[in-house]
């Protein structure tokens, strides 16, 4: 079971599950009810744009996609005239220091990836995280948000190119071919989802809340894995030390691009992300107990957590990370 909405898929029940897309999407005004069930264990790549858009609620009803895009389209180059000028032109320090940031940290999102490489993608990032930073100035831009933007670019940059989602960061497709409306539509959808992302989300960036998630956290492993509360607690292992990155990024440096986008299928479904992220994050290091008991020190413990390898983490096992993050979840009382 992955959730009260039904069980994992298994690969025969594909063609099933994709008729099951088909029917909501097809609709003029679909059941999002339906779409956020049929969404938490996954959803077909053809699909998963517009399921986002609708999961945000960017759009609303079919009728509505060209009036929704162009509203975001225009508020998106409204904000981001401010990318056209010099940093002396900008009006505030803040302004500065936020663009200023977001340049150096950009290049940083995925440095091994030919796609992410490019120029054209690097702006259209920038003018992203830009554009959510003045949106949300009680926010701003933090380091590792430059991260948690591409799963949102990447399926949203994706209906555009004919390539397989898990194949993009080594794809060679030169975004210049995609016209810029569709760019602009692809920023302007990201945007929207960083927007939601931040409204329904804020205790993990805004302070004093951000300890809240941690410690949160702590609590899960320590009720479910007595024995990993012992090895943490005997290496003098602070969950500060690595947990705090998995939950600000949304496991998007740990988890291989793919499976990061499956992972917010099921985020995108529920009202509240962050509670079930803390669920994930607790039983993704559960999963890795017995590796970071081999490790036998505070240094080898540390280095793995910050390096995992994550060659033979397939979609099952994230699928049944998910699983058991939701079993934890609805047998918790707090």
Not at 40 to 66: K, N, Q
Not at 186 to 192: I, K, M, P, Q, T
């Amino acid at each position: 079971l992955c959730s009260p909405m039904g069980e994992m898929p298994t690969p025969n029940q594909s063609d099933v599950r994709a008729d099951s897309f088909r029917r909501i999407m097809d609709c003029a005004s679909p059941d999002i009810e339906a779409l956020r069930k049929l969404s938490f264990c996954g959803i077909p790549h053809d699909f998963r744009p517009r399921a986002w858009m609708y999961l945000t609620e960017f759009i609303h009803r079919e009728s509505e996609i060209v009036k929704e895009f162009s509203d975001f389209c225009t508020i998106l180059e409204s904000e981001m005239t401010l990318l056209t000028s010099s940093t002396m032109d900008l009006d505030s320090r803040f302004e500065t220091t936020t663009l200023r940031c977001i340049t150096v940290d950009v290049p940083r999102a995925r440095p091994q990836s030919i796609f992410f490489r490019q120029q054209s993608v690097c702006d259209s990032l920038k003018r992203i995280l830009f554009a959510s930073a003045l949106k949300h100035p009680e926010i701003g831009y933090q380091g590792g948000m430059c991260f948690v933007v591409v799963p949102f670019y990447s399926v949203f940059i994706s209906e555009y190119i004919n390539e397989d989602i898990t194949e993009l960061e080594s794809s060679h497709f030169d975004v210049q071919r995609i016209s810029s409306e569709h760019i602009l539509r692809a920023e302007a959808a990201s945007f929207h989802c960083m927007e939601t992302l931040l409204q329904k989300n804020k205790d993990i960036y805004v302070h004093p809340y951000t300890q809240r998630p941690l410690n949160h956290l702590v609590r899960i492993i320590r009720e479910h894995d007595e024995r990993l509360t012992e090895i943490l607690a005997q290496n003098e292992i602070d969950p500060m030390q690595f947990a705090h990155r998995w939950l600000h990024c949304w496991l998007v440096m740990e988890l291989p691009l793919p499976l990061a986008i499956r992972l917010w299928d099921t985020y995108l479904t529920l009202k509240s992300y962050l509670k079930f992220h803390e669920y994930v994050c607790a039983v993704f290091l559960i999963h890795w107990k017995d590796d970071i008991e081999k490790q036998g020190t505070f240094e080898g413990i540390l280095t793995f957590l910050h390096h995992i390898p994550m060659s033979d983490f397939t979609i099952n096992t994230l699928e049944t990370i998910i699983a058991q993050a939701y079993v934890y979840q609805s047998h918790s009382s707090s």
